[in-house]
C-alpha cells in the first residue's frame, strides 16, 4: 500500500493567516493528489484534485502544487471557515486508495 | 447537482451483520464510481471498497476482503455495504462518496454519514 504522511498533526492560525501543509507519498504517485477538507460533524469536501486543480465551488484562496513524493496546500487569507481538519489521499492506479491522517488548523 | 443520501444509524451486536445503503440523485448513475470511505471516533479516513455499477467490478480493501460484500441495483440508483461479523472496532461513520469512472479516487460528492455502532 502506499503510505500518505502529513505534516504537521495539528497548527494554530490566525485569519488572514497563510498557511502551508505538507504530504509526503511512500512511492512515486505521480500527480495523483487530492486534498479534502472536514469541518467537524461532516462530510470531507473536495478541495483540490490531481495535485493542483481547484475543484469547482471551492474558494482560490487554496492551491496545491507537488509531484512524484511530495505535495503541499497553501491556504492564504485564512478564513473562519477553514478551521478545520485536512486530508491528502492518493489517487493513484495502484488500489487502495489511501488517506494522510490529517492536519487540523484550530484558531489561535 | 449530486446527492447522495444514505440510510440512518445503526446498533449493532459483535458478531451480527449491518447493510448500510446509498441513493444517488441528480447526474448519471451509469457514469459513476462509488465507494465507502469510514472515520472511526475521533481518527482519519480510511477507504473500505468501491464498485463501478455499469462494468460489475468491485475492489475491497484487503482487511475487509473476507466479511464485506458491496452492491449496486441500478434500477435505483443505489448502492450497499454489507459488513458482517461486526466487532467494537467497526464502530464508524461509514460515508459514501461518488466519483466519475474515468477518475475513479477523486471522491468528488459525499453523503451524509451513517454512524454505525457495535456493542454488547
Known amino acids: 500500500d502506499i503510505q500518505m504522511t502529513q505534516s504537521p498533526s495539528s497548527l494554530s492560525a490566525s485569519v488572514g493567516d497563510r498557511v502551508t501543509i505538507t504530504c509526503r507519498a511512500s512511492h512515486n504517485i505521480g500527480t495523483s493528489l487530492n486534498w479534502y477538507r472536514q469541518k467537524p460533524g461532516k462530510a470531507p469536501d473536495l478541495l483540490i484534485h490531481d495535485t493542483s486543480s481547484l475543484q469547482g465551488g471551492a474558494a482560490s484562496r487554496f492551491s496545491g502544487s507537488g509531484s512524484g513524493t511530495n505535495f503541499t496546500l497553501t491556504i492564504s487569507n485564512l478564513q473562519s471557515e477553514d478551521f478545520a481538519t485536512y486530508y491528502c489521499?492518493?489517487?493513484?492506479?495502484?488500489?487502495?486508495?489511501?488517506f494522510g491522517q490529517g492536519t487540523t488548523v484550530e484558531i489561535k | 447537482q449530486v446527492q447522495l443520501m444514505q440510510s440512518g444509524a445503526e446498533v449493532k451486536k459483535p458478531g451480527s451483520s449491518v447493510k448500510v445503503s446509498c441513493k444517488s440523485s441528480g447526474g448519471d448513475f451509469r457514469f459513476y464510481a462509488f465507494n465507502w470511505v469510514r472515520q472511526a471516533p475521533g481518527q482519519g479516513l480510511e477507504w473500505v471498497a468501491g464498485?463501478?455499477?455499469?462494468?460489475?467490478?468491485?475492489n475491497y480493501a484487503a482487511k475487509f476482503r473476507d466479511r464485506l460484500t458491496m452492491t449496486a441495483d441500478e434500477s435505483t440508483n443505489s448502492v450497499y455495504m454489507d459488513l458482517n461479523s461486526l466487532k467494537s472496532e467497526d464502530t464508524a461513520v461509514y460515508f459514501c462518496?461518488?466519483?466519475?469512472?474515468?477518475?475513479?479516487?477523486?471522491?468528488?460528492?459525499w453523503g451524509q454519514g451513517t454512524v454505525v455502532t457495535v456493542s454488547s
Open positions: 462518496a461518488k466519483a466519475d469512472i474515468a477518475t475513479p479516487g477523486t471522491f468528488d460528492y
Open positions: 489521499q492518493q489517487s493513484y492506479t495502484t488500489l487502495p486508495w489511501t
Open positions: 464498485i463501478i455499477p455499469r462494468f460489475g467490478t468491485t
